[in-house]
């Protein structure tokens, strides 16, 4: 498709393990991402979900050339950024920024609002009509703030606001494309629900593109277009919301959507569950052939021999993995349906 | 009831702060029968960590102010002395924390630990002690017993430093268990293998447990009775299946409808407006009233008069002026599926 924003090809990022005191040697490199590809459209979210170290917020930092990835190739808006310098990226950062999980460590606290969400316009050079403080008042009311705490500091604000200070800081100069990094799970459930909200108007208002990390299936099945999930440095099935929870394919999919407790006594009580076995491998020593074979209920020889590629088994529905009508025919699926509905 | 293992009344716990008196949990009740689970559920900043620590003793201090009742098997814990109550502590009540690698002590093997947890209180040899908690890791899931009691906490993953702290509670086979936010820190595939494992040793060993979370979804899971709690006190204590389907406080409503369901439809979420109060100088009136989108229903007194928690059901109790009519215009009670 030609109105992608960002486009994603065989993205891989290794971190070099070194041992020694003296002489720093190489013993062995962590995959955090292994072959990642995928692409998120104009206006679009994309959920990248997954449980921790599966190498989501990698994805994300690579993606926004915050670390350089090992191979692989990064397109935005047309343009392969990969190997891009600094100085080169400088103009396209007003069209890519991040929201972060913290919000109490990504903001400075010896500035005050207003410097913080005037930043991108000074970095950028970016004189706007009316100045910048009226204009960033604007923003800080657009995002539910009041105007009037330009000149305080973050320290004076709770979780929630200071999320809505870094929302304010990302979409100052209305960019194509934000990557959220976990941007609501240090908050609590009703001002989780708040900023969800503030997010989703303000994709509709400027037409924004999301690359949306979270580990959280129920958020991300909220603000999703489509969804991608990965594991252990590799995306296991990507296909539209819907699809998703109603017709996924993976068994590990399925394995995350049945952990996911759901708040109704009666409809939780019934369900029946997979509860996967063992932890996640590490990833500095991934399992040979499928990385999700030593937890995998349908494990087979050929998953533990051969490593399933991630292919378009429907249009628009990837899959990684060598038994996707097995998925059908289990008792999760037929149990699944009243989860589901 | 015979078979309550702990009872609390009354209970309050304020803080001195160079800001001022922080009334961190104010005039709570609460008791739990061998073998039930009590949920209690709030956002962080609502007194429902604190509560528990003060329930198992672990709050002391010239800062510190507890008041109220706290009845454990019989004994009243408030005003006992810390000798008394660490003798119950670790036996017949224990707690386990929401990060397992802080609640580990960094430089023991695991085996050192739980072999201490056992011989404080019981006479039983290194040998037997180790036995024991060889056992004990084996009930708890864990797959190689021998090299996880050889490790250092910092060894083990998230989930098996979790099953450790399960061990090593359960090790004397407590009456009483607290669990505070046990599996907040886990990833979802590991949190159903220890909610899953908390609910089995539950069945075998008959333990109450006081599950402090503020995941809605996994209070709907474990929990046989539920209680609220906002600005520091409970305000809706009720049966789980009561507290989703027939909820009767304004907050508790915001509460269900902020969180995303996995399986419910497209509709905007209907977030609570505004965020938590500060427990110094709490004002007059209901602690949620400057929240509350239901508050003009009522007029003056949300904000002059605060209310009591009163019964609106069968073991059902709300803090709320609305009249009963009111709650259930507003919200009818969903017909059990």
Not at chain 2, 14 to 33: Q, W
Not at chain 2, 41 to 62: D, F, Q
Not at chain 2, 188 to 193: D, F, L, N
Request: contains cysteine; hydrophobic residues 40%; glycine residues 8%.
């Amino acid at each position: 498709m030609s109105n992608h924003i960002i486009k994603v090809t065989g993205l891989t990022k290794h971190f070099p393990i070194s041992a020694g005191i003296f002489r720093q040697r190489q013993t062995g490199v962590v995959r955090a991402l292994d072959g990642v590809s995928f692409e998120v459209n104009a206006g679009e979210t994309l959920g990248l979900v997954g449980e921790s170290g599966c190498g989501k917020s990698t994805a994300g930092r690579t993606i926004m050339r915050l670390v350089d990835s090992t191979s692989g190739t990064i397109e935005f808006d047309g343009q392969d950024i990969t190997h891009l310098t600094k100085r080169e990226l400088k103009p396209l950062r007003r069209d890519m920024q991040m929201i972060f999980q913290d919000p109490f460590s990504s903001l400075n606290p010896r500035q005050t609002i207003g410097d913080i969400v005037s930043a991108p316009f000074r970095v950028q050079g970016i004189k706007p009509q009316g100045g910048v403080q009226k204009t960033v008042q604007e923003i800080l009311q657009r995002v539910g703030l009041n105007p009037e705490h330009y000149n305080r500091y973050p320290g004076d604000f709770s979780g929630g606001q200071r999320q809505r200070i870094g929302i304010a800081r990302a979409i100052a100069l209305q960019p194509k494309l934000i990557v959220c990094d976990e941007p609501v799970s240090a908050l609590d459930v009703s001002i989780q629900a708040q900023v969800l909200n503030l997010l989703e108007d303000i994709q509709q208002e400027f037409g924004i593109a999301y690359l949306f990390i979270a580990h959280d299936l129920s958020v991300v099945r909220h603000i999703s277009d489509r969804v991608a999930v990965m594991y252990l440095g590799k995306i296991m099935e990507l296909t539209g919301k819907q699809e998703l929870y109603t017709g996924a394919l993976h068994p590990y999919t399925h394995a995350l959507m049945s952990a996911v407790p759901i708040a109704d006594p009666d409809k939780e009580r019934s369900r029946e569950r997979i509860i996967l076995k063992g932890d996640l491998p590490s990833p500095s020593n991934p399992p040979s052939g499928c990385v999700f074979s030593t937890r995998c209920p349908k494990r087979t020889d050929l998953c533990v021999q051969t490593v399933p590629e991630l292919r378009e088994i429907k249009p628009g529905h990837f899959l990684a993995c060598h038994y996707p009508e097995a998925a059908s025919t289990t008792a999760h699926r037929a149990s699944g349906t009243d989860f589901l509905n | 009831m015979s078979n309550q293992i702990l009872s609390v009344e009354n209970l309050s716990v304020s803080f001195k702060t160079e800001d001022g008196i922080v009334r961190a949990v104010s005039g709570l009740s609460y008791s739990v029968s061998a073998g039930k689970t009590l949920a209690v559920v709030g956002e962080s900043g609502s007194g429902k960590s604190v509560s528990s620590l003060a329930v198992m003793g672990l709050l002391s201090g010239s800062k510190v102010n507890i008041t109220g009742e706290v009845h454990f098997d019989g004994k009243q814990l408030i005003g006992a002395s810390p000798e008394e109550v660490r003798a119950l502590r670790g036996e017949d009540m224990a707690m386990i924390f929401q990060d397992p690698l802080s609640a580990l002590h960094p430089f023991y093997r695991i085996s050192a630990q739980l072999i201490e947890a056992v011989q404080v209180h019981r006479n039983l040899s290194n040998d037997e002690a180790e036995k024991l908690a060889g056992k004990m890791l084996d009930r708890v899931g864990i797959p190689s017993v021998d090299r996880v009691l050889r490790a250092y906490p910092h060894e083990l993953s998230g989930g098996m430093r979790q099953r450790v702290m399960i061990a090593m509670a359960l090790i004397n086979e407590p009456k009483l268990l607290i669990a505070d936010e046990p599996t907040t820190a886990l990833d979802v595939t590991v949190q159903a293998q220890i909610l899953e494992l908390l609910r089995n040793l539950q069945n075998d060993f008959n333990t109450a447990i006081v599950l402090i979370t503020h995941d809605l979804g996994v209070v709907a899971d474990m929990s046989d009775e539920v209680i609220v709690m906002y600005g520091g006190s409970a305000v809706e204590h009720a049966p789980v299946r009561e507290l989703f389907y027939s909820p009767q406080m304004p907050y508790t409503w915001g509460l269900l409808d902020s969180i995303p369901q996995i399986s419910g439809t497209d509709d905007r979420l209907e977030p609570i407006p505004g965020s938590p109060p500060s427990l110094i100088n709490v004002p007059a009136g209901c602690v949620f009233a400057p929240r509350c989108i239901h508050k003009s229903e009522v007029g003056e007194r949300c904000s002059t008069e605060y209310p009591e928690l009163l019964s609106v059901g069968v073991d059902h109790q709300a803090r709320c002026h609305l009249s009963t009519q009111q709650r259930n215009s507003i919200r009818p009670a969903k017909a059990s599926p």
